[in-house]
C-alpha cells in the first residue's frame, strides 16, 4: 500500500491530477470514436449485453452505472466525511468562503435550466448542470503549475466537495424513488443493521457483507446502487484526528486503496460507457431539445462562473465569509470557469434523468461535453493572467 499522510486524498489529487484527468479526458474521447465508427454497432451491443444476477437483470452499462459506481460514490463520500471531520471543511471559519461559492455555483445553473425547461419531460435535468468534476479541474489547475497558490487550489477543492455533497444529495432525494417498497423497507432494516454494528470489534468485515446486501437490495427497489455507497461511508466509523498523529484509519486505509481503483478504473470506465454519441442521433431542430442543450450549456459555462463569483463577493461584503488572503478576485472568477467542468456526476445525473429519452439524453451529453471544454479553456485564460492580489 502507499505511504501516504493523514491528507492522502489531497495528496492523491496533487500528485495523480494529471494522469487521472487525462485518462477520463482519454476515456470520453474513445467513447465518442467509438459511437460513431465502423465500430458502433459493437460498442453498443457491448453496453446493451443483458446480464442476470439474482433477480436483476440489467446491460452491461446500467452495471457500471448502478454497480461499479457505487464503490465510486463510497470513496467520495467517505472523502467529504473525513475533510467535514478533519479536513478543510473542519469548523465554519475554514469553509464558509468556499461554501457559499458552491452554493451559488450549484443555485444559478439549477434556475438558469429551469428557466428554459419549465415543464416535463425536459425540466428532470435540472441537477445536471450544478455538479464539478473534482479530477478534471483540479487537474486543469496543475497546467499552469506553480502560478496557482495552494490557498487557491484548497478553495478549489472545498468547493468541489461541497458541491459533490449537494449533488449527493439530490441524487439521493430526487433521483431514487424506490418501484419496491418491500425491499426498501429490507434496505432500512440493512441500514439500521449496519448502524448498530458500526462500534463492533470487527465492523469492517460487517460493513463489507452488509453494503453488499445493502447494494442489492437498493437495485431491487428500484434506487440507485450507488446510494449504497454513500450510506454505507456515512455509517462508516471515521473520529477527529489525534494532534500530530499520522496513523489511518480503517475506513481512511479502505479510502486510501480504493481511490486509486475508483479513479483510474471505475470511473474511466464509466466514461467510456456513458460518453458514446453517434453525431447522427443528435437532434437540435426542435424546441425541447435545443432547450436541454443550452440549459446543461448555459449552466455549466455561465452559470457557475456568476454563481460562484457573486456568492462569494456578497459574502465577503456582508462579512458572513472573509476571502482567503493570497486569492485574487480575478482568480475566483477563474475557478469559476473551472468549476464548470462538470463531468463525471453530470453524466450520471444526465442518465439518471433521461434514461427513457435517449435523444433529451443524447443532447445534455453533448452539452456537457461541450460545456467544460470551453469552461476550462476560459478558466485557464483568466487564470494564466490573473494575480494573485487584490
Not at 165 to 176: E, N, T
Not at 234 to 241: E, K, N
Not at 279 to 290: C, P, R, Y
Amino acid at each position: 500500500m502507499r505511504s501516504i499522510n493523514p491528507k492522502n486524498v489531497w495528496n492523491f489529487f496533487v500528485a495523480e491530477e494529471t494522469r487521472s484527468s487525462s485518462l477520463l479526458v482519454i476515456a470520453g474521447l474513445l467513447g465518442l470514436i467509438l459511437a460513431n465508427s465502423k465500430m458502433s454497432d459493437l460498442y453498443f451491443s457491448t453496453l446493451h449485453y443483458d446480464l442476470t444476477f439474482g433477480f436483476v437483470t440489467l446491460d452491461i452499462q446500467h452495471w457500471i452505472n448502478e454497480g461499479l459506481m457505487a464503490a465510486f460514490f463510497l470513496v467520495v463520500s467517505l472523502e467529504i466525511k473525513r475533510e467535514l471531520i478533519d479536513g478543510e471543511l473542519k469548523g465554519w471559519k475554514k469553509a464558509s468562503f468556499p461554501v457559499f461559492g458552491a452554493i451559488g455555483g450549484m443555485i444559478l445553473p439549477a434556475l438558469i435550466f429551469t428557466t428554459l425547461n419549465p415543464t416535463l419531460p425536459e425540466s428532470k435535468g435540472w441537477a445536471i448542470p450544478m455538479a464539478t468534476d473534482i479530477a478534471i479541474a483540479i487537474g486543469i489547475l496543475g497546467l499552469l503549475g506553480n502560478r496557482i497558490s495552494h490557498s487557491l487550489r484548497v478553495f478549489l477543492l472545498t468547493l468541489a466537495i461541497v458541491d459533490d455533497i449537494g449533488s449527493i444529495a439530490i441524487i439521493g432525494i430526487f433521483y431514487s424513488q424506490p418501484s419496491n417498497m418491500f425491499t426498501f423497507l429490507m434496505a432500512l432494516v440493512v441500514v439500521l443493521s449496519v448502524a448498530i454494528v458500526r462500534n463492533s470489534r470487527h465492523w469492517i468485515m460487517w460493513f463489507g457483507v452488509l453494503g453488499f446486501v445493502l447494494w442489492y437490495l437498493l437495485i431491487l427497489s428500484g434506487v440507485p446502487g450507488t446510494m449504497a455507497g454513500v450510506l454505507m461511508a456515512f455509517l462508516a466509523p471515521l473520529s477527529t484526528r489525534r494532534k500530530g498523529s499520522k496513523k489511518l484509519q480503517l475506513s481512511e486505509v479502505a479510502e486510501d486503496i480504493l481511490l486509486p481503483f475508483a479513479s483510474f478504473v471505475i470511473v474511466p470506465m464509466f466514461v467510456l460507457a456513458n460518453a458514446g454519441i453517434p453525431f447522427s442521433s443528435i437532434e437540435l431542430n426542435d424546441h425541447s431539445t435545443i432547450n436541454v442543450f443550452l440549459g446543461v450549456f448555459l449552466g455549466l459555462v455561465v452559470g457557475k462562473a456568476v454563481g460562484i463569483f457573486i456568492a462569494t463577493k456578497i459574502a465577503n461584503v456582508l462579512g458572513f465569509a472573509r476571502k482567503p488572503s493570497g486569492i485574487s478576485w480575478s482568480q475566483i472568477a477563474g475557478v469559476g470557469f473551472v468549476a464548470g467542468i462538470g463531468f463525471t456526476v453530470s453524466l450520471l445525473v444526465a442518465s439518471l434523468s433521461y434514461e427513457d429519452d435517449y435523444v433529451l439524453h443524447n443532447a445534455s451529453v453533448m452539452a456537457i461535453f461541450i460545456a467544460s471544454i470551453v469552461s476550462a479553456i476560459i478558466g485557464l485564460f483568466i487564470l494564466s493572467r490573473a494575480k494573485d492580489k487584490a
